[in-house]
C-alpha cells in the first residue's frame, strides 16, 4: 500500500456529464500528478499539480481540469464527458523538487461513459 | 502520447526462468522507472536508474540503462508466478517549477509466469 487513496473506486456516467475524481496523497507529499489509462496502453500525464498550481499538463483539453487543497488532496473534474474519456484514472503523489521523484500511485478509479 | 515502446508486448515464461523486458525512449531524461500494474490496477514502483547511472540492481531485479541508445532493460531472476503482471517504463523530466517530475510511461509488457 502506497497511502495514496482513491475514490469513487468506480464510476458510470452518460456522455455529456461531468465528473469529479478524488486523491488523498500521502504524508507528507505536496505534489500530485493524474494521468489517464485506456485499456490495454500505458498511462498518459494529464497534469501536476504543487503548491495548489497547475504546474505542467499533458495534451488534454481544458474541459479536464483540476484542484489542489491546502493539506495537498487533490480533485480531477472532466466536463463534458466523451465515450473515449472511458479509462482508469491515476492519482500519483510524490514530493516537491526537482530530480528523481518517485511518485506513489493510489489503486485508481475506473470511470466508464456510456 | 507515449515517449516509449516496450519489447516484447507479452511474454510467456516457466516459474524459475529470467525475464527480460526492453524498453526504448526518445527524448533526454532525468532518470528512468520501472512499474508493474496487477490487473489493472494502481502502479508500483519497482526501480528507478538515474540518467548518470548504468546499472542498478533491487532484490531480484536489474535495470540498465544505455542514454546512448535511448533504452533500458529490466531482467527479472528467478521469476515466480507472483510477479504475473504488466510491466512498464516511464521516462521522468522535470516540469517547470520546482514540482517534480512528469512521467512518460511505454505502451507495457504483459508477463505471465506459468508454474
Known amino acids: 500500500e502506497t497511502g495514496v487513496t482513491q475514490s469513487p473506486t468506480h464510476l458510470i456516467k452518460t456522455r455529456g456529464q461531468q465528473v469529479t475524481l478524488r486523491c488523498s496523497s500521502q504524508s507528507g507529499h505536496n505534489t500530485v500528478s493524474w494521468y489517464q489509462q485506456a485499456l490495454g496502453q500505458g498511462p498518459q500525464f494529464i497534469f501536476q499539480?504543487?503548491?495548489?498550481?497547475?504546474?505542467g499538463r499533458g495534451n488534454f483539453p481544458p474541459r479536464f481540469s483540476g484542484l489542489q487543497f491546502p493539506n495537498y488532496s487533490s480533485e480531477l473534474n472532466v466536463n463534458a464527458l466523451e465515450l473515449d474519456d472511458s479509462a482508469l484514472y491515476l492519482c500519483?503523489?510524490?514530493?516537491?523538487?526537482?530530480?528523481?521523484?518517485?511518485?506513489?500511485f493510489g489503486p485508481g478509479t475506473r470511470l466508464t461513459v456510456l | 502520447s507515449q515517449q516509449g515502446e516496450e519489447d516484447p508486448q507479452a511474454l510467456s515464461i516457466q516459474e524459475g526462468e529470467n525475464a527480460t523486458m526492453n524498453c526504448s525512449y526518445k527524448?533526454?531524461?532525468?532518470?528512468l522507472q520501472w512499474y508493474r500494474q496487477n490487473s489493472g490496477r494502481g502502479l508500483v514502483h519497482l526501480i528507478l536508474?538515474?540518467?548518470?547511472?548504468r546499472e542498478k540492481h533491487s532484490g531480484r531485479l536489474r535495470v540498465t540503462l544505455d542514454t546512448s541508445k535511448k533504452s533500458s532493460s529490466l531482467l527479472i531472476t528467478a521469476s515466480r508466478a507472483a510477479d504475473t503482471a504488466s510491466y512498464f517504463c516511464?521516462?521522468?523530466?522535470?516540469?517547470?517549477?520546482?514540482?517534480?517530475?512528469?512521467?512518460?510511461f511505454g505502451t507495457g509488457t504483459q508477463l505471465k509466469v506459468e508454474l
Open positions: 536508474i538515474r540518467s548518470n547511472e
Open positions: 516511464a521516462t521522468a523530466l522535470s516540469i517547470l517549477t520546482g514540482g517534480g517530475n512528469k512521467l512518460t
Open positions: 500519483a503523489s510524490s514530493s516537491s523538487g526537482r530530480g528523481s521523484n518517485e511518485q506513489f
Open positions: 527524448t533526454s531524461i532525468n532518470n
Open positions: 499539480y504543487y503548491r495548489e498550481e497547475e504546474n
